[in-house]
């Protein structure tokens, strides 16, 4: 198993930039595809991206491929989201999540879950 921490989540004005991070505190994440949602207020979960155990990146959409990039660094044991142009529509919550061996965009496909971290932007 792994267990995934997420954090650098926070409030920002529209147009800033972050990079949120999703570190296993347990387990290594060589293995597997970790993949990041969001879920807004009132809404159901959304995939982002996902990077696989190969490094190849798959996003939602072009809105997103435009604007974040997903990267992954396994000696650090770490997921990485940098968001870019940061727009109110990115208002979430944003999790990392993890399933062995092949990617997926598919919730249900993903075994193991972080907490979560918050992102907020204002106009």
């Known amino acids: 198993q792994v267990q995934l921490v997420e954090s650098g989540g926070g409030l920002v004005q529209a147009g800033a930039s972050l990079n949120i991070s999703c570190t296993a505190s347990?387990?290594?994440?060589?293995?597997?595809?970790i993949a990041w949602f969001r879920q807004a207020p009132g809404k159901g979960r959304e995939f982002v991206a996902v990077i696989s155990q190969n490094f190849d990146t798959t996003f939602c959409g072009d809105s997103m491929s435009g604007r974040f990039t997903i990267s992954r660094d396994n000696a650090k044991n770490a997921v990485y989201l940098q968001m870019n142009s940061l727009q109110p529509g990115d208002t979430a919550d944003y999790y990392c999540?993890?399933?062995?061996?092949?990617?997926?965009?598919?919730?249900?496909?993903?075994?193991?879950w972080g907490q979560g971290t918050q992102i907020s932007v204002s106009s």
């Open positions: 999540a993890a399933k062995l061996l092949r990617a997926n965009k598919r919730e249900s496909a993903y075994n193991y």
């Open positions: 347990a387990g290594t994440i060589t293995n597997y595809a």
